[in-house]
């Protein structure tokens, strides 16, 4: 077992602080238009320059273990606005960095459990007042602002924001690398639902994604309990000298998973498994259409082929496939075959939609196929004249693709912060008798004016907060080109309003747990068990 030690009470918390104000230092220089590249030097692999938010947070770590625990506390937040919204990994930091800061300065006295329902009543009035400024955003030169801000790139943006209005609601986004340096877009046959893979050991991407490439298909509604049923599979594959596999099934536990498991942790078998989407008579039809779409026969008792019967005749073929842990990206290959199948396929749905099914939940399901279907993915394309370059460009590209989905879903608000001294008020109006909750109120205002102070700190401006009054007496922003406070949503400086309502969330709710902390507890190395022993020192 491994030796222990550990920090309390002002130590423990100060000591994790450092943490996230290391992560704060490093993440934040790159908020804002006026914001640094960081360049991080990977062991045995190309250096990155890169301005994405949380490329940094992930790379940003302490060699002291109570620092290491506060870097991960900060790098959570960011995670997963990333993950929900695309934008403000940065801004999540800020905020949940200047709420701890002030939140080691409490009153002795002060309840936490009091403070923080105060935090979660002034979170509760902004997530109301951002839902109240929201903008819908339908047209396409609107969708552009967001990613112009995200991306920080015009000509990026209009490419991207092309690809995005052409994919449609129901249509996905793939990013690929291309073959030549620069940006393109092409469509091709695919088909795309919610959910995503079952276990996290066949990931193969940095950002939490598994990816093959010309990989067999199978497509099943039976609960893979056993590694009998699919190990006929992946012996038929592996006679051929193929060691990948898709499986989307309704359920894969057990010993089958087992074997998914140790063969990923190997590297002898890459298996993604799926869970299958939908639930009932509307998975079976979703199902269905994904054997189409990849060559394939959907393996159902229904349909009088049990799994057990392994065959190489049953397994459909992708061109790529890209799942994540909430979404499945199949894209099919460009043979005539397929092209008829899924055109086949789509006559046959056309077929159903009749004055028996006009205005049912039948035909809105339909329909929803039928849309998945012909709107098919959008690939991306995208190239740097280095490795660094092309990195860069792809991550900026998926950040702006994410932060387009969180504006369609949820509208878009001012950018450069002015969303946040927007909720201000709404917060000063809250009412409570209670003074823990009044000073756990004062945290998240105070937190409100942290972000544009941060992107003006940034930039390099002495004046900041006076800027930041003026900002939040007349409701503007600051444009960087002319030096003066201006109407950030006629400049087109537009913000997802998913991605401020994240920060303001996760921010906060972060900030809320290093507040409650008391004691630390680290593994100790056998180098520090060492020092520890001789004195914390050793003498040359």
Known sequence: MFKKDFTFDKKCKQKTFDGIQLMYNAVTRTLGPMGQNVLIDRARQVVDLTKDGVTVAEEVSSQDPFEEMGCKLAREPSQKT?????????????????????????PSGASVIGVK?????????????????????????????????????????????????????????????????????????????????LSATCINDRRGSATLMDVPVLVTDTEIRSQHVLIPYMQLLAEKGIKKLVVIADNIDGDGMGLINANNRQGSFHVIPI???????????IMKDIAEATNGTFVSGEEGIRIQQASAEHLGKAKKVVVTKDKTIIIADESVEIKKRISD??????????????GTKEEEFIRKRLATLTDGITTIKVEGHTQQEYRELRFRAEDAIRALQAAREEGAVPGCGV?????????????????????????????????????????????KEIIVSTMKMNQYGYDFKT?????????????????????LEYGVSAAASFMTLGVSISCLKESDELLKDLGGYIKS
């Open 483 to 503: 030096g003066k406070t201006a109407d950030m949503m006629k400049l087109g400086i537009w913000d997802s309003a998913k991605s401020i309502r994240c920060c």
């Open 345 to 358: 396929r789509v006559d046959q749905l056309e077929s159903l939609l009749d004055e028996k099914t006009k």
């Open 275 to 285: 869970k299958a989407p939908s639930y009932g008579h509307n998975r079976i039809g």
């Open 82 to 106: 990333n993950d929900e919204a695309g934008n403000g990994t940065t801004s999540v930091i800020v905020i949940m960095r200047d709420i701890c800061k002030n939140a080691l300065e409490l």
């Open 419 to 463: 969303a946040y001294l927007q909720c201000i008020d709404a917060v000063e109006a809250i009412e409570t008798d209670n003074d823990d909750e009044k000073i756990g109120i004062g945290l998240v205002k105070k937190a409100l004016l942290a972000v544009p102070l941060r992107i003006l700190e940034v930039a390099g401006i002495a004046e």
């Open 117 to 197: 329902r105060g935090m979660n009543k002034a979170v509760e009035a902004c997530v109301k007042k951002i839902k109240e400024i929201a903008v819908p955003v339908k047209k396409e030169e609107d969708f552009r602002k967001i990613a112009a801000v995200s991306c920080q790139d015009e000509e990026m943006a209009e490419t991207i924001t092309s690809a995005f209005m052409k994919a449609g609601k129901s249509g996905s986004i793939d990013i690929e690398r291309a073959d030549k340096p620069g940006i393109e877009t092409e469509k091709t046959n695919g088909i795309s639902f919610d959910k995503g893979w």
